[in-house]
């Protein structure tokens, strides 16, 4: 082949490869895309997280000037709101009462205190609440002191028991002879009437004075008429 044939392959070559054609050279590499950094490596530890802030701790000074002053505060705001120049009528709960004078004297404490009509209106609450409770506590006791009273005479071994009906009957017969409505409503107000001892009082003077000299007040006139010594003692004189 000559010289000149050989020049013309070769650009012909050359001009192949530059098509793209098969036995192209291959397109550059795209350059790498660097790697991230490490967080940390021997000789570049990674930075020490940051401590959190330790929580304020208070002395107990401080604590007791914290508390003095919001106690301060309240009472300011106390003052600020205090006693009326005059105090208007008080509420009370039903059934309490209070007497002039008493509610004179609280009304005089109450402004020397500087409380308000609110303030002062809950103390009144409050009083009215002991009260009726302390009546309702001396209710009670009173009831349950009648009830143990005529629990001891239902189981007395001489009016009890089998006997404790007669027993009754014969103590309210001297009851209604010689007493009054006025004296069955204090015993039954008070619960005496179940005492024993009364019980038994009434029930040995019913004892003492026999059926035919038994006779209700009243019921007696002119010469049928007994004396007192006669009903309690018969006709036998000392």
Known sequence: MSALMMK???RVLMNEAGDGGEGSAPAPAAAPTPAAAPDATVLTPAAAAPTPAAAETKTPEQIQQ???AAKSKTDAE???AGAPEAYTDFTLADGVEMDAGTLDSFKGL?????I???SAQKLIDL???LATKQVEDMQAAVVKQSQDWAAEVKSDPELGGANYDKSVASAVKVIQAFGDPQLSELLNASGLGNHPALFKFCHRISGAISEDKFVLPGSQTGA???SNEEVFYGNSKS
């Open 8 to 10: 013309l392959l070769g």
């Open 110 to 114: 109450a402004k020397e205190l500087n």
């Open 127 to 129: 009083q009215s609440a």
């Open 78 to 80: 106390a003052k600020s």
């Open 224 to 226: 049928e008429r007994k």
């Open 116 to 118: 308000s009509q609110e």
């Open 66 to 68: 914290e508390a003095d």
